[in-house]
């Protein structure tokens, strides 16, 4: 009986071991996009270049299927006020477009050498749950808003390629 059980074992045990080998997920792979004289930004093969969200934006990408979009824009500043206080502003004026739109969390950062500030908001569009991150980075002359959503419920499947889409973006 003790041999069964530890033949049964050992069997159990590389079955989970084989498993986990053959069945990971492949990893996802990135892309770099320029605007130039612009920016760079790396971001997943599953985001596809588009132009059907806001033409005021200098990078759309979206992925229908997934309900993931990513949005780029430059701003200038001529009241040269604290990158705090732009993106105060930038998320209060983002908030005030959706439904129960709440800024979670937001904190300082360095992206490539640059200042800049991240935020976390939900809400919900057409009684849908959504998740944005955002983000301000401050370059020498202006700065750049970038906005991702996702449907709440997809949030975590795609919360490491959004930090990396955001830590991907280099300002030339």
Do not use: W
């Amino acid at each position: 009986m003790k041999k069964f059980v530890l033949i049964f074992c050992s069997l159990i045990t590389i079955s989970l071991i084989t498993f986990i080998f053959f069945f990971q997920a492949e990893p996802v792979k990135f892309n770099t996009i320029t605007v130039e004289g612009k920016f760079s930004i790396s971001i997943p093969e599953y985001l596809s270049r588009t132009d059907s969200i806001d033409a005021h934006a200098l990078l759309q990408c979206k992925n229908e299927k997934e309900q993931i979009f990513l949005l780029v824009y430059e701003k200038t500043d001529s009241t040269n006020a604290l990158l705090n206080t732009l993106f105060k502003n930038f998320a209060d004026d983002f908030i005030a477009q959706i439904e129960h739109g709440n800024l979670i969390k937001y904190y300082p950062e360095k992206i490539n050498g640059m200042d800049a500030f991240i935020g976390n908001i939900r809400g919900s569009v057409n009684e849908t749950g959504v998740y944005y991150r955002i983000a301000i980075i401050s370059s020498d002359s202006s700065f750049y808003e970038i906005i991702i959503g996702i449907t709440e419920n997809m949030k975590s499947t795609y919360v490491e390629d959004i930090d990396k889409i955001i830590r991907g973006f280099i300002i030339f």
